[in-house]
């Protein structure tokens, strides 16, 4: 287009938006709206309990959140129409895809409607090591961050060693191409596209014992050494 005018976002918005309901109806996927406060997890965990499919779309959840978003001025020369774009937070529709992935288990991506489309993916290694134990027929018995025991013990820290940046964008394009996606072909033809950077890792290391009070004294071991760091 000859001007960079924000009129161009109103139809990108609109066919992504329409996508979305259309790919909902297509596959039956319900659509819930999030409310202000709810925590996410405990209303697509009711979702996730009736849906017994191997791999799909379990729920959409609709959001309307802040975003670092684009937003035009519009400047006059003479007879000529300009506009001046800068960044400014803004509060616009989220998609929150939520799947059932045949590799990962459990996670979701969040694509937001508005320039520049900003993506969230959230995933659990846990829940992967848990998948790749599965597929080996190992026996396990998995807490809710960890697990307490495994029939194969070697196996379970190879497989957890062999988590890689690979199987994360694996997940990011398998589900990229399979969602409605505010980007289109010819947009990633001109190269155009989304690229995943770490934005939240959380890893834990988790202690199990054969006694309660073990756990206590383990607890207070660790304050008395850290009462002094503040």
């Not at 819930?32 to 709810?38: A, K, L």
């Not at 925590?39 to 009711?46: A, E, I, M, S």
């Not at 033809?189 to 206590?216: I, K, N």
């Amino acid at each position: 287009k000859p001007l960079a005018s924000p009129a161009l976002l109103r139809p990108i918005h609109d066919r992504f938006v329409g996508e979305v309901e259309a790919f909902a109806k297509r596959f039956r996927v319900p659509m819930i709206p999030f409310v202000r406060g709810q925590r996410k997890d405990d209303v697509v965990n009711r979702w996730r309990a009736r849906y017994h499919g191997r791999e799909g779309v379990v729920v959409i959840g609709v959001a309307q959140e802040r975003a670092w978003s684009f937003r035009a001025s519009k400047r006059q020369d003479g007879g000529r129409v300009s506009f001046d774009f800068s960044r400014q937070p803004v509060y616009v529709k989220h998609y929150y895809f939520y799947v059932q992935d045949r590799v990962w288990g459990p996670g979701f991506v969040k694509v937001g409607t508005y320039l520049p489309y900003p993506v969230k993916v959230c995933l659990n290694g846990h829940e992967w090591a848990k998948q790749r134990l599965r597929e080996r027929r190992i026996r396990f018995e998995a807490l809710d961050n960890g697990f307490l025991a495994c029939s194969d013990a070697p196996q379970l820290q190879q497989v957890c060693d062999s988590l890689a940046p690979s199987d994360v964008t694996g997940f990011f394009d398998r589900w990229r191409d399979r969602l409605p996606w505010p980007l289109t072909s010819a947009d990633h033809a001109a190269g155009y596209a989304h690229r995943l950077a770490v934005w939240q890792m959380e890893v834990s290391l988790t202690q199990v014992f054969d006694r309660p009070v073990q756990g206590r004294h383990f607890f207070e071991e660790v304050i008395r050494e850290n009462l002094d760091l503040g």
